[in-house]
């Protein structure tokens, strides 16, 4: 088993970084090991990874996740699993700092690819990078799915305070 963690700050607000990267589906677009996405349902989403002429397909459940905060996943994989974890916190700047770990547990990875938690935090850190430099470029967010997740389940939205009303009284 090992563990990666990377941060980076990005010079967007908390909202427009975290509904960025809510749209998984353009992953592709900025991500150089990400192929493609598919968002099967809110909390299942498909993943296609390739590295050289090595090509993974994983299907990932998202655990958790709260707007503007964080979001958390597992694989839903037998051979090598995986967690994960991404939280956005303001920075000073106006910014905010993303912060991705991840968590794998492969049979034998620690002994036949010692190096490997080294290689991933180097990807990891690549990709966050791209990422700035893909939410920096746009300058706002392209979409955003703003639902909490909650063990799995995609929770209702909670309802909305009714406004209050002001009565006009007739006047004379």
């Given at each position: 088993m090992y563990f990666v963690e990377e941060t980076i700050e990005v010079a967007v607000p908390v909202r427009a970084a975290y509904n960025q990267w809510t749209q998984f589906e353009s992953f592709p677009r900025f991500m150089t090991v990400v192929k493609k996405v598919e968002q099967v349902r809110p909390a299942l989403v498909t993943w296609t990874l390739a590295v050289g002429?090595?090509?993974r397909e994983f299907q990932a459940e998202i655990v958790e996740q709260e707007p503007d905060s964080y979001l958390t996943w597992r694989s839903l994989e037998r051979h090598?699993?995986?967690?994960?974890?991404?939280?956005f916190r303001p920075t000073s700047a106006d910014g905010t700092a993303?912060?991705?770990r991840i968590e794998v547990d492969s049979p034998g990875a620690t002994g036949l690819l010692g190096g490997l938690p080294r290689l991933v935090g180097r990807v990891v850190q690549r990709e966050l990078r791209h990422f700035k430099a893909y939410i920096e470029g746009l300058g706002a967010e392209s979409g955003a799915w703003r639902g909490t997740i909650r063990d799995g389940r995609v929770r209702p939205e909670e309802p909305k305070p009714p406004?209050?009303?002001v009565a006009h009284w007739p006047v004379g």
């Open positions: 002429p090595l090509r090598t699993v995986h967690r994960g974890e991404v939280s993303v912060t991705v406004r209050s009303r």
